[in-house]
C-alpha cells in the first residue's frame, strides 16, 4: 500500500513563500500533483509533474508555483512563491501509477492578507 506525506503548510503573510513536500512508500509513478481544496470550492489541479518530467500548472498559479521531483526520494515538491490570500486552501499530493492512484491527507496552506 502506497502512502504519501505531506509536510511544509502553514501560515503566511501575503507576497510570501512556501515550499511543500509529498514524500511517497512506493516507486514507479507515472504522474505526480498537487491538488487544493478551498471551503465551498471544488478540488482543482495546482500543478503536475510526469515520470518524463513534463509540467503543467493551473492559470492561477503560473509563473509563482513550481514544481519539481526528486526521484532518489521519491519525493515532490511545490515551491510557492507570491502567495495570495485566494492560494489559502488544504492542498493534496496526488500520484498515479499505471492502474492506480493515491491521494495524501492534505496540509493547510494559509495566507493573511
Known amino acids: 500500500q502506497v502512502q504519501l506525506v505531506e509536510s511544509g503548510g502553514g501560515l503566511v503573510q501575503a507576497g510570501g513563500s512556501l515550499r511543500l513536500s509529498c514524500a511517497a512508500s512506493?516507486?514507479?509513478?507515472?504522474?505526480w500533483g498537487w491538488y487544493r481544496q478551498a471551503p465551498g470550492k471544488q478540488r482543482e489541479l495546482v500543478a503536475g509533474i510526469t515520470s518524463g518530467g513534463i509540467t503543467n500548472y493551473g492559470d492561477s498559479v503560473k509563473g509563482r508555483f513550481t514544481i519539481s521531483r526528486d526521484s532518489a526520494k521519491n519525493t515532490v515538491y511545490l515551491q510557492m512563491n507570491s502567495l495570495k490570500p485566494e492560494d489559502t486552501a488544504v492542498y493534496y499530493c496526488y500520484c498515479r501509477k499505471v492502474v492506480s492512484s493515491y491521494w495524501g491527507q492534505g496540509t493547510q496552506v494559509t495566507v493573511s492578507s
Open positions: 512506493g516507486t514507479s509513478f507515472s504522474f
